[in-house]
């Protein structure tokens, strides 16, 4: 019956979202949980949960990550771009990579290519020092985009493939950004 899966739906996405509550070890899993509470309308109840932790542990870096990419993916870039700062402190953890990446994206949502590049290549070089090769992989298809604009569309591809080949197959959302940049510039060339 069409009307209780409808009634299930928002039961089972709450249910996807509590699962994917990030642990103190995986950066990756807290921007999935909140990207997973923004499309599923849980965003409130998420960010709730974030600022308690803060409110307990001040440099709770898991929570402060996800109040930043929550504020991100609803448009509060001061908020954002504030709280991802405050993770910056310490570059030497896969929290900065994250923050770094974040960063790049909210000015990429703006077209602050000028602002979006430098976080990029932080991001990347503290990827590969940390061996994060999801955070690598993210931040090159993103470079990609901005320095294929600017150096060809082989300086694109060339970044894709770097991307491709360090990023694992069960990777989905990389993956998919990068299938979708290899489109642009294959449409390109």
Avoid: C, K
């Amino acid at each position: 019956d069409l009307d209780v899966l409808s009634q299930l739906a928002p039961l089972a996405l709450a249910a996807m979202v509590a699962q994917a509550m990030p642990n103190a070890e995986d950066p990756r899993a807290t921007v999935r949980a909140a990207a997973l509470a923004v499309q599923g309308d849980t965003a409130a109840r998420l960010d709730s949960r974030f600022h308690a932790r803060v409110a307990g542990d001040p440099n709770d870096r898991a929570a402060l990550l996800g109040i930043a990419t929550l504020a991100r993916l609803r448009y509060d870039y001061p908020a954002a771009e504030s709280t991802y700062r405050r993770l910056l402190t310490r570059p030497d953890d896969r929290y900065a990579v994250y923050a770094h990446l974040g960063l790049a994206e909210g000015f990429d949502a703006r077209s602050m290519t000028r602002a979006s590049r430098p976080e990029l290549e932080r991001a990347l070089g503290a990827a590969r020092q940390l061996g994060d090769h999801t955070a690598e992989g993210r931040a090159l298809v993103f470079l990609s985009i901005i320095r294929g604009r600017l150096e060809g569309v082989r300086t694109a591809e060339a970044l894709l493939d770097t991307a491709a080949s360090v990023v694992a197959d069960t990777v989905f959302d990389v993956w998919s950004l990068l299938r979708g940049r290899r489109a642009i510039a294959l449409a390109l060339r």
